[in-house]
Protein backbone atom coordinates (compact mmCIF):
# COMPACT_ATOMS: atom_id res chain seq x y z
CA UNK A 1 0.00 0.00 0.00
CA UNK A 2 1.39 3.16 -1.29
CA UNK A 3 1.67 5.68 1.85
CA UNK A 4 -0.37 8.53 2.22
CA UNK A 5 0.86 11.55 0.78
CA UNK A 6 1.34 14.60 3.22
CA UNK A 7 -0.28 17.72 2.42
CA UNK A 8 2.16 20.77 3.65
CA UNK A 9 -0.04 23.48 4.94
CA UNK A 10 0.54 27.03 3.10
CA UNK A 11 2.47 29.46 5.92
CA UNK A 12 1.31 33.25 5.90
CA UNK A 13 3.90 35.48 4.91
CA UNK A 14 5.31 37.75 8.09
CA UNK A 15 4.31 40.59 5.64
CA UNK A 16 0.54 39.17 5.56
CA UNK A 17 0.34 38.77 9.39
CA UNK A 18 2.04 42.43 10.18
CA UNK A 19 -0.39 43.82 8.13
CA UNK A 20 -3.41 41.47 9.88
CA UNK A 21 -2.48 42.81 13.29
CA UNK A 22 -2.88 46.06 12.61
CA UNK A 23 -6.22 45.20 11.27
CA UNK A 24 -7.33 43.73 13.71
CA UNK A 25 -5.41 46.47 16.49
CA UNK A 26 -8.15 49.02 14.73
CA UNK A 27 -4.91 51.04 12.66
CA UNK A 28 -5.21 52.10 9.45
CA UNK A 29 -4.37 50.61 6.08
CA UNK A 30 -3.27 52.51 3.27
CA UNK A 31 -4.83 51.55 0.19
CA UNK A 32 -2.10 49.38 -1.29
CA UNK A 33 -1.83 47.50 2.19
CA UNK A 34 -5.31 47.13 1.97
CA UNK A 35 -5.27 45.74 -1.81
CA UNK A 36 -2.66 43.32 -0.69
CA UNK A 37 -3.82 42.12 2.18
CA UNK A 38 -7.16 41.08 0.46
CA UNK A 39 -4.52 39.63 -2.14
CA UNK A 40 -3.54 37.25 0.07
CA UNK A 41 -6.40 36.06 1.31
CA UNK A 42 -7.88 35.19 -1.86
CA UNK A 43 -4.63 33.46 -3.20
CA UNK A 44 -4.75 31.70 0.30
CA UNK A 45 -8.73 30.52 -0.38
CA UNK A 46 -7.68 29.90 -4.57
CA UNK A 47 -4.89 27.41 -2.76
CA UNK A 48 -7.80 25.80 0.02
CA UNK A 49 -10.10 25.17 -3.13
CA UNK A 50 -7.67 23.29 -4.86
CA UNK A 51 -6.49 21.46 -1.89
CA UNK A 52 -9.63 20.76 -0.61
CA UNK A 53 -11.77 20.08 -4.05
CA UNK A 54 -9.37 19.22 -6.92
CA UNK A 55 -6.85 17.88 -5.51
CA UNK A 56 -7.84 14.73 -3.94
CA UNK A 57 -8.88 13.78 -7.98
CA UNK A 58 -6.32 15.40 -9.95
CA UNK A 59 -2.97 15.04 -10.51
CA UNK A 60 -1.02 17.95 -9.26
CA UNK A 61 0.25 18.33 -12.87
CA UNK A 62 -3.02 18.70 -14.69
CA UNK A 63 -4.32 21.23 -11.82
CA UNK A 64 -1.06 23.38 -12.69
CA UNK A 65 -0.72 23.10 -16.51
CA UNK A 66 -4.41 23.18 -17.53
CA UNK A 67 -5.74 25.91 -18.99
CA UNK A 68 -9.22 26.60 -20.35
CA UNK A 69 -11.41 27.05 -23.16
CA UNK A 70 -11.65 30.76 -22.37
CA UNK A 71 -7.62 30.91 -22.12
CA UNK A 72 -7.85 31.35 -17.81
CA UNK A 73 -5.81 28.75 -15.71
CA UNK A 74 -7.38 27.10 -13.00
CA UNK A 75 -5.79 29.17 -10.49
CA UNK A 76 -7.24 32.10 -12.34
CA UNK A 77 -10.42 30.66 -12.65
CA UNK A 78 -11.55 29.97 -9.21
CA UNK A 79 -10.04 33.42 -8.17
CA UNK A 80 -12.01 35.01 -10.55
CA UNK A 81 -15.33 33.33 -9.60
CA UNK A 82 -14.42 34.11 -5.74
CA UNK A 83 -14.31 37.54 -6.46
CA UNK A 84 -17.41 37.03 -8.19
CA UNK A 85 -19.33 35.04 -5.20
CA UNK A 86 -17.42 37.64 -2.61
CA UNK A 87 -19.37 40.55 -4.52
CA UNK A 88 -22.52 39.04 -4.25
CA UNK A 89 -22.32 37.63 -0.77
CA UNK A 90 -22.37 33.83 -2.02
CA UNK A 91 -19.59 30.85 -1.76
CA UNK A 92 -18.97 28.86 -5.26
CA UNK A 93 -21.73 26.89 -6.26
CA UNK A 94 -22.94 24.48 -8.35
CA UNK A 95 -23.45 26.91 -11.45
CA UNK A 96 -19.55 28.12 -10.92
CA UNK A 97 -18.67 24.29 -10.97
CA UNK A 98 -20.64 22.93 -14.07
CA UNK A 99 -19.18 26.13 -15.76
CA UNK A 100 -15.45 24.84 -14.49
CA UNK A 101 -16.64 21.73 -15.74
CA UNK A 102 -17.85 22.75 -19.03
CA UNK A 103 -14.11 25.12 -19.06
CA UNK A 104 -11.75 22.70 -18.12
CA UNK A 105 -10.63 18.85 -18.91
CA UNK A 106 -8.33 17.82 -16.21
CA UNK A 107 -7.66 14.19 -17.14
CA UNK A 108 -5.95 15.67 -20.29
CA UNK A 109 -2.58 13.93 -18.75
CA UNK A 110 -4.35 10.37 -18.24
CA UNK A 111 -2.48 8.89 -21.26
CA UNK A 112 0.75 10.68 -20.62
CA UNK A 113 1.76 7.60 -18.45
CA UNK A 114 1.06 4.85 -20.91
CA UNK A 115 4.14 4.63 -22.36
CA UNK A 116 5.67 4.19 -25.77
CA UNK A 117 4.28 1.87 -27.88
CA UNK A 118 6.16 -1.76 -28.38
CA UNK A 119 7.02 -1.07 -31.94
CA UNK A 120 8.54 2.17 -32.99
CA UNK A 121 6.83 2.46 -36.25
CA UNK A 122 3.31 0.64 -36.01
CA UNK A 123 0.93 1.69 -38.90
CA UNK A 124 -1.97 4.18 -38.25
CA UNK A 125 -5.15 3.68 -40.54
CA UNK A 126 -5.35 6.71 -43.00
CA UNK A 127 -9.60 6.56 -42.66
CA UNK A 128 -8.96 6.46 -39.07
CA UNK A 129 -6.52 9.55 -39.54
CA UNK A 130 -9.05 11.62 -41.90
CA UNK A 131 -11.60 11.20 -39.21
CA UNK A 132 -9.72 12.82 -36.23
CA UNK A 133 -8.57 15.47 -38.93
CA UNK A 134 -12.35 16.33 -39.46
CA UNK A 135 -12.44 16.48 -35.41
CA UNK A 136 -9.73 19.23 -35.44
CA UNK A 137 -10.16 21.01 -38.71
CA UNK A 138 -9.19 24.46 -38.94
CA UNK A 139 -12.62 25.50 -40.30
CA UNK A 140 -15.06 25.31 -36.60
CA UNK A 141 -18.14 25.11 -39.60
CA UNK A 142 -16.08 21.84 -40.86
CA UNK A 143 -15.72 20.53 -37.68
CA UNK A 144 -17.37 17.03 -37.41
CA UNK A 145 -17.79 13.90 -34.68
CA UNK A 146 -19.55 11.83 -37.29
CA UNK A 147 -16.93 10.02 -39.31
CA UNK A 148 -15.13 9.29 -35.97
CA UNK A 149 -17.87 7.58 -34.75
CA UNK A 150 -18.48 5.65 -37.78
CA UNK A 151 -15.23 4.25 -37.70
CA UNK A 152 -15.30 3.24 -34.24
CA UNK A 153 -18.62 1.41 -34.85
CA UNK A 154 -16.73 -0.43 -37.47
CA UNK A 155 -13.64 -1.19 -36.51
CA UNK A 156 -12.56 -4.25 -35.31
CA UNK A 157 -9.31 -3.78 -33.03
CA UNK A 158 -6.60 -0.89 -32.40
CA UNK A 159 -3.12 -0.98 -32.10
CA UNK A 160 -1.53 0.81 -29.03
CA UNK A 161 -0.47 3.35 -31.54
CA UNK A 162 -3.70 4.27 -32.78
CA UNK A 163 -5.31 3.88 -29.30
CA UNK A 164 -3.09 6.11 -27.50
CA UNK A 165 -3.34 8.27 -30.10
CA UNK A 166 -7.37 8.47 -30.10
CA UNK A 167 -6.82 9.21 -26.15
CA UNK A 168 -5.11 12.51 -26.77
CA UNK A 169 -6.87 13.34 -29.85
CA UNK A 170 -10.43 13.44 -28.17
CA UNK A 171 -9.39 15.55 -24.95
CA UNK A 172 -11.41 18.94 -24.29
CA UNK A 173 -9.46 21.75 -26.43
CA UNK A 174 -10.11 25.01 -28.11
CA UNK A 175 -11.25 22.87 -31.04
CA UNK A 176 -13.05 20.27 -29.37
CA UNK A 177 -15.88 21.38 -26.72
CA UNK A 178 -17.24 19.81 -23.60
CA UNK A 179 -20.04 18.09 -25.16
CA UNK A 180 -18.32 16.53 -28.27
CA UNK A 181 -15.42 15.15 -25.71
CA UNK A 182 -17.75 12.93 -24.16
CA UNK A 183 -19.90 11.87 -27.08
CA UNK A 184 -16.30 10.69 -28.13
CA UNK A 185 -15.48 9.17 -25.31
CA UNK A 186 -18.53 7.43 -25.09
CA UNK A 187 -17.98 6.02 -28.04
CA UNK A 188 -14.56 4.59 -26.81
CA UNK A 189 -16.04 2.99 -24.06
CA UNK A 190 -18.83 1.54 -26.01
CA UNK A 191 -16.28 0.37 -28.49
CA UNK A 192 -13.63 -1.06 -25.22
CA UNK A 193 -17.09 -2.75 -23.75
CA UNK A 194 -17.47 -4.46 -27.05
CA UNK A 195 -14.22 -5.73 -28.17
CA UNK A 196 -14.22 -7.11 -24.18
CA UNK A 197 -16.95 -8.92 -24.57
CA UNK A 198 -16.26 -10.69 -27.52
CA UNK A 199 -13.01 -11.45 -26.04
CA UNK A 200 -15.10 -13.46 -23.30
CA UNK A 201 -17.66 -15.05 -25.38
CA UNK A 202 -15.02 -16.17 -28.20
Not at 6 to 23: F, N, R, Y
Request: hydrophobic share 40%.
Amino acid sequence: MAPKKKTSKKVSSPLKEELAEKAAAGESLSVSQKRLLRRRDTDDEVSRVIENTLAPRYTAESITSCVGLDGLTVRAFIEKGLKQAHATGHRLATGFWIAFNDNFNLDEHATEGLGAPPEANEPVRSCLIEALKKVHDKNPAARDITPFLEFLKEVDDFNFTEFTGILKAVKVGPKVGRQRYVDMMLAVLTYVGRTVCEVFNS
